[in-house]
């Protein structure tokens, strides 16, 4: 009879506790009917060099890293449509034969396409640092219960380049030039990106020329960029 009591005295103990553990795991989950995009991203490209003159040509392996934050705006109910606006940092390199330095007499800036043939060289490339300003037209089919939805995002991406380099690298001998009046350090680019989740293709195009006023052998330098890359997208 002792036992019965004891365990009558236990139940009455731990039974509320059970119901009221079981209440608070009924109760379901709040849904954010109006969650945002925002997004932490980084990403990685190969960036290849287009325009004339002609005889410009890519070398060697040329790259970037861009990482920044977007702020999603939604403009539909189902919020699967949106734009985005941005704030970035890049840093690009761009190998390829053409040479930007000064003239004998320091005082003009001479640009000359290298001819292997003619001169040997080990590396000739120009970095670029530079602020971003992503702006995208975004549709995705997200959810509010679901972090993993198929996206398409499409834009420009306006930047200021605020460190720039010029290297040329041959044996015995190294050449740098940061001081380039004719580079244009306000860029312009088209931007279009793809992917689900995490990982997305994207892709950049330059709308504007490197350098301005610029003409080598008889050709005006207009030379742009071609990007292809990975970017990740956080939440």
């Known amino acids: 009879m002792h036992n019965i ?8 103990i731990f039974f509320p506790l059970f119901l009221q553990a079981q209440e608070r795991n009924e109760i379901p989950s709040v849904v954010d009917s109006l969650y945002r995009e925002d997004q932490i991203y980084f990403g990685f490209t190969y960036n290849i060099v287009t325009g004339g003159p002609s005889e410009v040509k890519s070398s060697q392996f040329s ?37 930007i330095g000064e003239d004998p007499g320091g005082e ?89 989740n995490t990982f997305n293709f994207s892709f950049y195009y330059s709308l504007n020329s490197f350098f301005k006023d610029v003409t080598v052998n008889n050709e005006d330098l207009d030379l742009k960029t071609f ?3 990975l970017t990740f997208y956080l939440l």
Do not use: C, M
């Open 63 to 99: 790259g970037g890293f861009h990482a920044g934050f977007i702020r999603d705006f939604p403009l539909n109910a189902r919020r699967n449509i949106g734009v985005g606006v941005g704030l970035g940092w890049s840093i690009d390199t761009f190998g390829q034969n053409l040479f």
């Open 5 to 12: 009591q004891k365990w009558h005295f236990l139940l009455l």
């Open 227 to 229: 990007q292809v890359g």
């Open 108 to 196: 003009a800036t001479r640009f000359v396409v290298l001819n292997r043939d003619r001169v040997d060289f080990d590396a000739n490339r120009f970095t670029t640092q530079s602020i971003d300003l992503p702006v995208q037209f975004r549709w995705r089919t997200s959810t509010p219960e679901s972090y993993k939805f198929w996206r398409i995002y499409t834009g420009i991406r306006p930047s200021y380049v605020y460190y720039f380099q010029s290297k040329f690298v041959q044996d015995g001998n190294t050449f740098k030039e940061t001081n380039v009046s004719e580079f244009e350090r306000l860029r312009l680019g088209a931007t279009f990106t793809f992917g689900y």
